[in-house]
């Protein structure tokens, strides 16, 4: 949440005209939205265009102190124009914002207990929009910070990456969405998702192809059943006949085990696999090689070429978004 002042004590009257929208000019062209009544005023103009394709121009009554803050940028511009007798009734400074979205900026700025900023995936998206154009810092960051709590479809996060790719603090967003949509079978993504990753989604759907060979091919070969240490063996548990412990390893994989990983619908990750290894019967394996294989097996992370195969894809994409390379992603403030 931003860090505002504490706000004076204040009366019914005064607060109903802090914010006075006169309703019945809603029915002409133009509305007026005081924000303060003070000195130092500057008139700013927005428009939206109505269902009949009218222009409805708005104008905002601002007192340069309440920008100062939270859009440093536009306060010096507006500071500038009033020099140059802009920013009056006469004539007002234009933005190149629509009403409504211009009106979440000034909400977000004007968030009080009494009157509190609404989050809301629209409202986010509009004070980024405005903020990223207005270099309103603090405004770029509670926008990220609040479309990340909201936990949005990851196909929604691509396309707002795409909107916002010039944003640093968006940049990070690429990688887990990515992932994400790469582990989902491509029917699953609906008409509207594919619309919204268009760009990405080549890329995805190779990227699931390239996966199921892989798959395919772990399903096929096994994995090695790998040799009990001998020297960490009671000389009961010494396995004599390990070659058997091998045929032994390989029959059951390919009875209970691979055909699982050729279930594209919804393929058995690394650690489901891991699992259900643990719990498979295997009769003719010496129990110490099997709990040699598991150990082994919990080094790694994931399937012997899993994790190259989404950096390329997660590349790929960032290359398309215009996205550079970067680390990790940082702590982000909660809202």
């Not at 919804?266 to 696999?273: A, D, G, H, I, M």
């Not at 110490?288 to 294989?293: G, I, L, P, Q, T």
Request: one cysteine or more; glycine letters at 2%; hydrophobic letters at 40%.
């Amino acid at each position: 949440m931003a860090d505002h002042p504490k706000p004076k004590s204040r009366s019914t009257e005064d607060i109903e005209n802090q914010m006075l929208v006169d309703k019945a000019e809603c029915k002409i062209s133009v509305n007026v939205v005081d924000f303060y009544h003070n000195n130092h005023m500057v008139v700013i103009q927005t428009q939206e265009i109505d269902k009949t394709g009218k222009a409805i121009y708005s104008r905002f009554k601002l007192h340069l102190s309440s920008l100062e803050l939270h859009a440093p940028v536009l306060a010096n511009f507006l500071t500038q124009a009033l020099d140059n007798v802009e920013g009056t009734e006469e004539n007002p400074v234009i933005l190149p914002f629509t009403t409504p979205e211009f009106t979440c900026f000034l909400d977000w700025i004007h968030d009080r207990e009494w009157r509190p900023f609404k989050i809301t995936e629209e409202s986010l998206v509009d004070l980024l929009r405005v903020s990223s154009t207005l270099k309103a810092e603090v405004g770029i960051s509670y926008a990220v910070s609040g479309l990340e709590s909201l936990r949005l479809p990851s196909a929604r996060m691509l396309q707002l990456v795409g909107d916002f790719h010039h944003l640093p603090e968006v940049h990070y967003w690429v990688g887990p969405a990515v992932k994400d949509l790469i582990q989902r079978p491509l029917g699953e993504i609906t008409n509207s998702e594919a619309q919204q990753i268009a760009a990405a989604y080549p890329t995805i759907a190779r990227t699931r192809e390239n996966i199921q060979r892989l798959l395919t091919q772990v399903s096929q070969r096994s994995f090695a059943l790998k040799l009990a240490d001998k020297d960490q063996q009671e000389e009961a548990d010494l396995c004599l006949t390990h070659k058997e412990c091998q045929k032994a390893w390989k029959s059951v994989w390919k009875e209970n085990i691979g055909y699982l990983l050729l279930d594209f619908q919804k393929p058995l990750t690394y650690r489901e696999l891991l699992e259900l290894l643990r719990n498979t019967d295997f009769p003719k394996v010496n129990p110490s090689c099997k709990a040699r294989m598991l150990n082994w097996l919990s080094r790694k992370t994931d399937y012997p070429g899993m994790k190259e195969l989404v950096e390329e894809a997660v590349a790929s994409i960032e290359d398309i978004y215009h996205v550079p390379r970067r680390g990790p992603a940082p702590e982000n403030p909660k809202v």
